[in-house]
Nanobody, 127 residues
């Protein structure tokens, strides 16, 4: 099982970035995928989740309305479109494979519910 996040970089406040999470080594279209981020000195925070069938999508309150998650199962890839970026969005972003069936309540944002993690990609929002 491999997951690799990419697409990070330096962007000015108000700008946009699209992150990609490429997967391999498992039946991608059978699993939900979550996005997390971790800022220096802080814990890992759930950002978004998309189920295998796209039927369930969740966002944290801090990004709702600005970020959009999507997936392209034919390419084994999940995307995170990030618009109107703010300095507080600065963090290393990770994608992860959800280890259970469809999450309920806030399970999607709990790191221990995920069984595989990719390397992160750094997003820096600064003028």
């Amino acid at each position: 099982v491999q997951l690799q996040a990419s697409g990070g970089g330096l962007v000015q406040p108000g700008g946009s970035l699209r992150l990609s999470c490429s997967a391999s080594g498992f039946n991608f279209d059978h699993y939900g995928i979550g996005w997390f981020r971790q800022a220096p000195g802080k814990g890992r925070e759930g950002v978004s989740y998309i189920s295998s069938s796209r039927g369930r999508i969740f966002y944290s309150a801090s990004v709702k309305g600005r970020f959009t998650v999507s997936r392209e199962n034919a390419k084994d890839t999940v995307y995170l479109q990030m618009n109107n970026l703010k300095p507080e969005d600065t963090a290393t972003y990770y994608c992860a494979r959800y280890g259970g069936s469809n999450p309920i309540a806030g399970q999607w944002a709990t790191p221990s519910q995920y069984d595989s993690w990719g390397r992160g990609t750094l997003v820096t929002v600064s003028s």
